[in-house]
Structures are given as C-alpha cells and as structure tokens.
C-alpha cells in the first residue's frame, strides 16, 4: 500500500512515517508535504492508495485541497482539533485522529480501511459520498458469544476506546466491542444526547451520575455504570468549555 502525509509539522510527520512503518512494513510513503499549493500539485500528478491530512496547514486548511483537485483515495485526517468532524467525513474522509495520537489509533484506522474494502462495491459509492458516514446511528449490531442482537442508542451509557478496540457500555452494564473508531464514531451520534469528552470517552448525557471540578478548567465524572476500577473520566482541558455549553443547551 502506498500513502501520501500531508503535514506541517516536521516532527509529527516523521512520527507517523514511523508508526506506519512499524506497523506494516510493506507500507511506502510516497512523499510528506507540508502545503495546500504542494498537495494539488501533487496529486494533479500522482496517486496514493491512503491519504493522510492535517487540517491546519502551512497556507490554509487542506479542505481548501478538495476544491482543487479531484480526490479519490480515503483520506485519514490528523489534527489537534475536533471541531471539523463532519467536514471531514464530507472529504473522504474515513477516520479523524485527535492529535496526539498513537499506534494504536493509527493501527485502528488502518484496521478500519481494511475493512471498508471489504464493503460491497455497491455501497462504495455512499461511503465516499459521506451518506454512511453522514448518517446518525440509532443503534448498534453487537455480538456476545454465538449471541447477536441490537442496541439502541438511548441504552448506551458511553463508548471507551482502549487500545485498538472501541467498547460499547450500556446503561445495564453490559460491554460489547464494536467495529468503529471513536473518531468515525462521533459525528454520526445525537449532539443532544452524545458528547466526546477526551481522546477515549464518548458519553451519554443520562449516565452523567455526579461532576467535580478540577485544576485548568477540566471536570471530573462520575458515570452510571462506572468504567473499570481506577479509570478516572475527565473532560479533557481543551473540551471544558464546549462540555459546559453541551450541559446547559
């Protein structure tokens, strides 16, 4: 597979270029640029299996990419923003990394394309349109043993993302994994009701038990069920003020 980093930032780069090599060393990055002008241009004349995008970039948003050239393979973004979601499921986008990311978000995405390639060639066309990423999921198929069954969105507490897996929680207690990655995950959740905390918590307004405000800004949560014994939930410094203003909608 070949992939072309589009990225600003010499060091987050060559990070990347890193995990990419570690993970799958069959992998070949073609080239890193750091520019919306470098990458029309180079995509004018060239194609990689797999993009990867920072949003912010030396000359403006690579959004601005889009409106240039004719993108065809995925793009996986990479940014330190989270408020462009949406838009990047609009840009072909299959999966958003919150900066900093590691490995294993890295692994998940690639995990994620596999099977996206996978899909019947008849719901390709939905799938880079965004009419699949774009859709709010109101449930979800999980498995448990030989067990398959659904559960309906107002029945999960909140989504946890340990290691490569991505766990479902359900107001009752119960954990199933779900094929999904917490970025793909959240724009296709009900604002109202759906709100991603952190880098590893999506939660539901209704599993909200108590609130107790911490140093810089952030607060700490008390969930119903509670996570795993000694995993403390807060609202990360850079989500405090959104969070505030999602509680009192």
């Known amino acids: 597979m070949t992939a072309l980093i589009i990225e600003d930032e010499e060091l987050a780069a060559d990070t990347l270029r890193s995990m990419l090599l570690h993970i799958n060393p069959n992998i070949q990055v073609l080239d890193v640029l750091g520019t919306v002008e470098a990458a029309v241009n180079w995509l004018r004349r060239n194609k990689a299996d797999l993009l990867f995008m920072d949003i912010h970039l030396g000359d ?40 900093p990311f590691d490995e294993e978000d890295v692994r998940a995405a690639l995990a994620k394309l596999n099977t996206i390639r996978k899909m019947p060639d008849a719901l390709l066309p939905l799938l880079q349109s965004g009419s699949i990423s774009g859709n709010q999921r109101n449930r979800f198929m999980v498995k448990s043993g030989k067990l398959i069954k659904t559960v309906q969105a107002e029945d999960v507490a909140y989504f946890m993302a340990e290691d490569k897996y991505l766990f479902l929680v359900t107001r009752e207690g119960h954990n199933y994994i779900i094929a999904e990655t917490i970025g793909s995950l959240e724009p296709r959740l009900d604002p109202a009701d759906f709100f991603r905390i952190n880098r590893k918590f999506i939660i539901n ?36 003020e959104a969070f505030k203003n999602w509680l009192d909608q």
């Open 205 to 240: 307004i209704h599993a909200i038990r108590e609130m107790y405000k911490l140093s810089r800004n952030r607060v700490r949560i008390l969930l119903s069920p509670a996570p795993a014994e000694g995993l403390e939930v807060v609202v990360s410094e850079e989500r405090a």
């Open 60 to 99: 403006g948003e690579s959004f601005q990419i889009f409106r240039q050239v004719t993108v065809e393979s995925p793009v996986i973004f990479t940014t330190a923003y989270d408020q462009y979601t949406l838009k990047a499921f609009k840009n072909q986008g299959i999966d958003y990394l919150l900066k």
